[in-house]
């Protein structure tokens, strides 16, 4: 079955636009140049080991420090409080719970931090 005149001109005035299109110079050029930029983006990162235990060990000694204070801030007012009113009880009770939820989110942030770190790698790690 012999294809319309009109499919047929229109089929015939399209091909040449159809074909698969040539890489000029500078095309090849900034395949190169592409290419380039690719290899050096996948180079790995300049930080050391060292600083990276530096670093975890700074913010693992600081979140000791503030587990610390919080249970001696506990055994200080577990002492004081036969001598305390009632009133001075309950506002040294809240400010402990205060303090206390102010660190169980701080470090509730930073596991999420570190969940969130750890499945990105492990994602990039897939992909690799």
């Known amino acids: 079955m012999p294809f319309p005149t009109e499919i047929h001109s229109l089929m015939q005035h399209m091909s040449p636009q159809l ?6 110079a500078s ?5 190169v140049q592409f290419e380039t ?11 050391s ?4 235990s530096q670093t975890i060990s700074k913010l693992v000694i600081a979140q000791d420090d503030e587990l610390q204070r919080a249970v001696s801030d506990v055994l200080s007012i577990t002492d004081a409080a036969s001598g305390m009113s009632m009133q001075e009880l309950q506002a040294a009770s809240m400010q402990m719970q205060l303090e206390l939820a102010g660190m169980q989110m701080d470090m ?5 931090v570190v969940d969130s770190t750890k ?5 990039l790690m897939r992909q690799e």
Do not use: F, W
Request: net charge negative; aromatic share 0%.
């Open 19 to 24: 074909q698969a299109p040539t890489a000029s």
């Open 108 to 112: 509730q942030s930073k596991m999420a």
């Open 119 to 123: 499945s990105a790698i492990e994602t």
């Open 37 to 47: 930029l690719m290899h050096r983006a996948s180079a790995p990162p300049t930080v």
């Open 27 to 31: 095309d090849r050029g900034l395949g």
């Open 49 to 52: 080991n060292e600083e990276n």
